[in-house]
């Protein structure tokens, strides 16, 4: 069916759109063609709305030339531009559109994918699936979000002395974000393939350079990661070490040590992979957690956004009070 699409476009406009996505996603971008023939173009004029919030949310769009303006209704908004991706958030969590988006300046160029057709592009290409993942890892990992909550070790969950059973294991993944939405049939296949570590307080987990190819799970106790900047997470029972930018290598950069006793899971990176390919719910999953990742870090930059457009507003009254 992806094929028979790919057929009807000339050959000029898929090249283009072809390079476009691989400027904008990676020049090894999987199913490239394929993708390039599943998309819809068209044009905004200045001021029209892509979509408003309540609407349906069956596409995505990649911005190719102009600036669009989202937000939330009676928000700010925030301006992205050319090799943009919007829509994805709402799309990926099958509601409606919570913010609106506008065409702002003059007019838009945009490339539309409907919901239907990226669900059958991820389910027919694992490859594309895996890179779209190490994709939206890599943005996370860009913006310095790696998941960190400010925590008391004295108040986390405590280590068994005995080994985990396989059925704590499953029941430790299905509590961890990432692992939400997983199917449990994924999970006990996930399970077993799992090292369980423990950790003495203050042991180290890993130096840089050390963490390659690798997840860590925390089960009980609380770790901290110490990033590239020097900045510090720190992470309690079902959680992912470094988030969702772990699944691009950023571990790879950083140090983990134990701030009290702790038990921790080790994934191999292959091992999720082979098990994500027969269980495509467990790619869902993970993709689903790093959409809420993207998500929670532009709400935070909206609040960011109001506050300083709401600083003047409130320094006005103070202002007149003393003329």
Do not use: W
């Not at 925030?78 to 799309?91: N, W």
């Not at 939400?180 to 570590?197: F, G, K, Y």
């Not at 950083?254 to 790619?283: G, K, N, P, T, W």
């Amino acid at each position: 069916m992806l094929a028979e699409r790919v057929d009807r476009l000339s050959e000029r406009d898929r090249v283009e759109r072809e390079l476009f996505l691989r400027t904008m996603i990676g020049r090894n971008l999987p199913a490239a063609r394929e993708l390039a023939g599943q998309l819809r173009s068209f044009t905004l004029e200045a001021g029209a709305y892509l979509y408003r919030a309540g609407d349906v949310a069956d596409e995505i769009y990649f911005i190719v030339r102009g600036t669009i303006g989202l937000g939330r209704p009676g928000g700010p908004e925030r301006e992205f531009g050319p090799g943009s991706v919007l829509g994805a958030f709402d799309v990926e969590h099958d509601r409606p559109r919570v913010r609106s988006a506008r065409a702002l300046g003059g007019k838009v160029e945009l490339l539309a994918l409907s919901a239907e057709d990226r669900l059958e592009l991820l389910e027919d290409s694992f490859e594309h699936t895996r890179a779209m993942i190490s994709r939206m890892a890599s943005r996370l990992d860009e913006i310095g979000r790696y998941g960190g909550q400010p925590l008391d070790p004295a108040h986390t969950l405590a280590p068994r002395d005995e080994p985990l059973p396989l059925i704590e294991r499953v029941f430790t993944l299905r509590d961890t974000p990432v692992f939400r939405h997983a199917t449990i049939q994924a999970l006990v296949s996930l399970a077993p393939a799992a090292d369980e570590l423990r950790l003495a307080a203050g042991e180290t987990l890993f130096q840089p350079g050390e963490a390659r190819g690798v997840l860590f799970v925390v089960v009980a106790g609380c770790l901290e990661l110490t990033r590239a900047d020097a900045g510090k997470e720190r992470y309690a029972s079902a959680s992912l070490l470094g988030g969702g930018a772990a699944l691009c290598a950023a571990l790879a950069r950083q140090s983990a040590r134990a701030l009290c006793s702790a038990v921790v899971l080790r994934i191999r990176e292959e091992d999720l992979y082979d098990v994500m390919e027969d269980h495509f719910e467990l790619a869902r999953s993970i993709m689903r957690y790093l959409a809420t990742e993207h998500e929670q870090a532009l709400e935070a930059a909206e609040a960011e956004q109001a506050a300083l457009q709401q600083a003047p507003a409130r320094s006005e009254p103070a202002a007149a009070n003393r003329q």
